[in-house]
């Protein structure tokens, strides 16, 4: 089963098929909003960065939703996880530099991709009979295309995949770091994480959109700060690191030391599907979360959706990618394990870097195994019409997987988390693609006047179609 699985891995979901879906639905949907969030560059960064603490009025805010600054750190506890950490060190090693770049193309073309998929979810949203707002890829694919058996497919990989990239690949990635630096034994950590993500668990969105919004910003700023101290010990190997990054995208990896070598088509997949784990636009995953915030626009949430991807990958994973590769750590030894390749990157430059790994991967690893429940649940409850009893399961299932992370092999985990999201990533990017004059004119009104704060009411069926 697991040859099977690598090969559709290696061949059709992350082979050259979805490198052409992934970035061309991208490139299409840039064409048809006419690059709007690249032209308007600006007032996306004005939208976003200028109000990530900026209160919202209570009074301002929709019945059973969140703040934006919520939504976003919601889905950026999914996105900003370990494979920023990780999964950086995993590209290089078997991609060579080069996959840096392919990395950076995924996130340009994924900057659209989540815009578009982000706007589509508050476009289309619904609520529960709980009253919480409610929207994703099952909503537009039903409401918007009238095929509920595709929007049931998408939530079946969905609520599958959330065992993988949710619980077990963060889990696993947890407990190795935690393990490596303190020595404390797998099932100890496994049954401290599983009983402190039930805790936030059962909360619901609320509780899990109030722990991101603390997590998310100090997880962040502890990671960046930590990284930039090695990069400025590090500085004179930046301008090489730039240099290999781009040699190597357009003419492979030459072997060095343990190296295999990378050919350019190699690299560019390895990129993109590192890219794509990471910032995971086009998956349909985090429109989930994006769908529930209070906003006055479709479109100006899809601009949450972009700097999501912007932050998650330009910056945080750029960053990671450069230490690595100036500290000469990926040379020396490309099979080194990765939790240890990136620890020894922080390690060599400043004292007790490799607890800046450590902290790191728990807090980015937790973060992402509570958001990706609530994707997982959001899922399970569109399959049963929200059965409480099936949901109660589903939950139990998950935290005991957390515990079973921690002590999988880790090639298996990965394995099975791309085959998962791979999948997830079809139904959508194909509902996107059919839903496209709907993302244009939504693109069109918003930008028409983006600096004009729409009414909280202000009704958009005018420019979506209602097919089921």
């Known amino acids: 089963m697991l040859d099977i699985i690598g090969f559709l891995n290696d061949n059709i979901i992350w082979g050259i098929p979805m490198l052409i879906l992934m970035i061309g639905t991208g490139l299409y949907l840039t064409v048809v909003t006419k690059g709007v969030i690249f032209r308007h560059f600006g007032i996306l960064m004005k939208y976003t960065t200028a109000t990530l603490f900026k209160k919202q009025d209570p009074a301002e805010q929709e019945e059973g939703a969140i703040t934006p600054f919520q939504a976003v750190c919601t889905a950026l506890s999914a996105t900003v ?38 706007m589509l979810a508050v476009a289309y949203r619904d609520k529960n009979s709980k009253g919480e707002i409610i929207g994703g890829p099952m909503q537009y694919i039903t409401k918007g295309l009238g095929k509920r058996w595709l929007a049931v497919l998408f939530c079946i990989f969905g609520s599958i995949a959330a065992f993988g990239i949710g619980a077990t690949v963060q889990a696993n990635s947890l407990a190795g770091g935690v393990n490596a630096t303190f020595n404390i034994p797998f099932w100890v950590i496994g049954i401290v994480v599983a009983i402190l993500a039930g805790l ?3 909360g619901g969105i609320k509780r899990i959109s109030a722990t991101a919004e603390i997590l998310v910003p100090f997880m962040a700023v502890f990671y960046i700060v930590g990284a930039i101290a090695v990069l400025v010990v590090n500085a004179a190997a930046i301008p090489q690191a730039f240099v290999d990054i781009f040699r190597s995208a357009f003419t492979g990896a030459a072997p060095v030391g343990g190296f295999a070598g990378a050919t350019i088509i190699y690299a560019a997949r390895i990129g993109v599907a590192r890219g794509v784990f990471t910032h995971e636009a086009g998956m349909g995953s985090a429109p989930i979360a994006h769908a529930s915030a209070s906003t006055d626009h479709p479109a100006r949430q899809g601009l949450w959706g972009a700097f999501e991807v912007f932050f998650d990958t330009i910056v945080m994973c750029t960053i990671t990618g450069l230490v690595i590769l100036t500290s000469g750590r990926w040379m020396e030894n490309p099979q080194l394990e990765k939790n240890a390749m990136s620890q020894a990157a922080f390690a060599d430059a400043i004292p007790l870097g490799q607890y800046v790994v450590t902290i790191g991967l728990v807090l980015f690893a937790f973060a992402t195994i509570i958001a990706w429940y609530y994707y997982g649940e959001k899922c399970v409850e569109f399959l049963f019409h929200e059965n409480r009893v099936v949901i109660r399961i589903y939950q139990v ?33 194909f509902a996107l693609i059919a839903l496209s004059p709907v993302i244009k004119k939504l693109s069109e009104d918003l ?10 009411n202000t009704d ?8 089921g």
Do not use: Q
Not at 100 to 117: N, Q, R
Not at 402 to 417: E, I, K, P, Q, R
């Open 397 to 429: 299932l998950y935290t005991v997987a957390v515990f079973l992370g921690c002590v999988a092999s880790l090639n298996v985990v990965w394995l099975f988390a791309d085959f998962f999201n791979g999948l997830m990533a079809f139904p959508n990017l």
């Open 447 to 456: 930008f028409a006047d983006p600096h004009r704060i729409r009414p909280r």
């Open 81 to 118: 996880g370990t494979g920023n950490i990780v999964g950086v060190a995993l590209a290089i090693a078997v991609g060579g530099p080069g996959a840096m770049f392919w990395l950076w193309i995924s996130a340009l073309v994924g900057m659209v991709t989540k815009y578009a998929e982000c």
């Open 200 to 202: 936030v668990l059962i």
């Open 460 to 467: 958009y069926s005018r420019f979506i179609k209602l097919r």
